[in-house]
């Protein structure tokens, strides 16, 4: 039993993007956040959105933007995406030689600063980030696309983090990105997540609000 709520972060990359806004007013009384897969074709193989995106949105929810920066070059993203909105703005661990500063610098923006973990990083790497984020975003599939399925390495690789972020005393959230499904969100929850982030499984279903509500019963 956990002593947090489990909250969800639907990722719109799985929405219809001809009618964006309203795919969002289908899940805006129940979800958390709002989760934005930005990515530069150059990290990760695909291509998504941008800023524009995101204002076009912003007006029309007052859900948190939960932003999740797989990209190259973050430094340069950090600043548009704050003025355009952002409230969470998560980086890769791999794309900074000094996540420390990276986090420091969401946080002068007023932003909230989290730090995404690639699937093949070893966990500790991320570990000496932790007193400078307030999320930490771990990846169960291969950052690039949504509708994969959720890697077998996951769990072990949460627990580790919840280890660390209990030991230490971190209020920083922990946050599964990528294969979640009603049984994989137990899984995720169960090993320490308090938030997931679901595309497919939400904006595939024909009622996205009751897909929430399920993942949130993940975590009963
Ligand atoms: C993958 C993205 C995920 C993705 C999740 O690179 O970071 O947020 O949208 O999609 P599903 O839930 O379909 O795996
Ligand atoms: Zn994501």
Do not use: W
């Not at 695909?46 to 430094?75: A, C, E, W, Y």
């Not at 007023?110 to 000496?128: E, L």
């Not at 294969?179 to 996205?208: H, M, Q, Y």
């Amino acid at each position: 039993m956990r002593n947090t709520p489990l909250l969800v972060s639907p990722s719109i990359l799985a929405a219809d993007f001809g009618c964006l806004n309203q795919e969002i007013a289908r899940i805006n009384d129940c979800a958390d956040f709002l989760h934005f897969d930005v990515m530069d074709g150059h990290y990760v193989p695909n291509l998504s959105f941008g800023i524009p995106v995101l204002q076009s949105i912003r007006g029309n929810t007052k859900l948190p933007f939960d932003v999740h920066l797989m990209v190259t070059n973050p430094h340069d993203l950090i600043q548009p995406f704050s003025e355009a909105g952002a409230d969470f703005i998560t980086f890769h661990l791999e794309t900074t030689d000094n996540p420390i500063e990276t986090a420091q610098m969401i946080r002068r923006l007023g932003r909230h600063p989290g730090v995404s973990i690639h699937p093949d990083t070893p966990t500790d790497r991320v570990f000496s980030v932790i007193p400078y984020v307030d999320l930490i975003l771990v990846m169960s599939v291969y950052p690039g696309f949504g509708g994969q399925s959720f890697l077998q390495n996951a769990p072990e690789r949460i627990r580790a983090i919840r280890e660390e972020l209990d030991r230490t005393g971190s209020g920083a959230h922990l946050s599964v990105d990528g294969g979640i499904s009603e049984k994989t969100g137990r899984i995720a929850s169960d090993a320490g997540a308090d938030i997931l982030v679901a595309g497919s499984f939400v904006f595939a279903d024909e009622n996205p609000a009751d897909a929430v509500r399920r993942l949130k019963e993940c975590g009963a």
